[in-house]
């Protein structure tokens, strides 16, 4: 078992900054990749960020791309999530999730275990 557990969310004004944390326990952290993602009311849950076992690796949807940066501190068990020129449209719960597989992968049914989520709400 992988126990997840994410902070950092708030409410901020469009154009700010945000650094997101998601702190591991349980299993190595290095021999899971991981994920963010996000949900907000009324949408499916949509792909933001992925990140391979050493953090050589990134992957990012579309929306967020240039503005929003993951890495990981595999000596922290910590996976981070830096948001930069924050959208309203960016407003949503935040989720980060790990799988066990050296992968970069958005579908988010192939990740193992997930945190508790972290609220995200940009105003305009």
């Known amino acids: 078992q992988v126990q997840l557990v994410e902070s950092g969310g708030g409410l901020v004004q469009a154009g700010s900054s945000l650094r997101l944390s998601c702190a591991a326990s349980g299993r190595t952290f290095s021999n899971y990749a991981m994920g963010w993602f996000r949900q907000a009311p009324g949408n499916e849950r949509e792909f933001v960020a992925a990140i391979n076992w050493s953090g050589g690796r990134t992957s990012y949807a579309d929306s967020v791309k240039g503005r929003f940066i993951i890495s990981r501190d595999n000596t922290k068990n910590t996976v981070y999530l830096q948001m930069n020129s924050l959208k309203p449209e960016d407003t949503a719960v935040y989720y980060c999730?790990?799988?066990?597989?050296?992968?970069?992968?958005?579908?988010?049914?192939?990740?193992?275990?997930w945190g508790q989520g972290t609220q995200v709400t940009v105003s305009s």
């Open positions: 999730a790990a799988v066990s597989k050296n992968i970069l992968d958005s579908r988010w049914t192939l990740y193992d275990y």
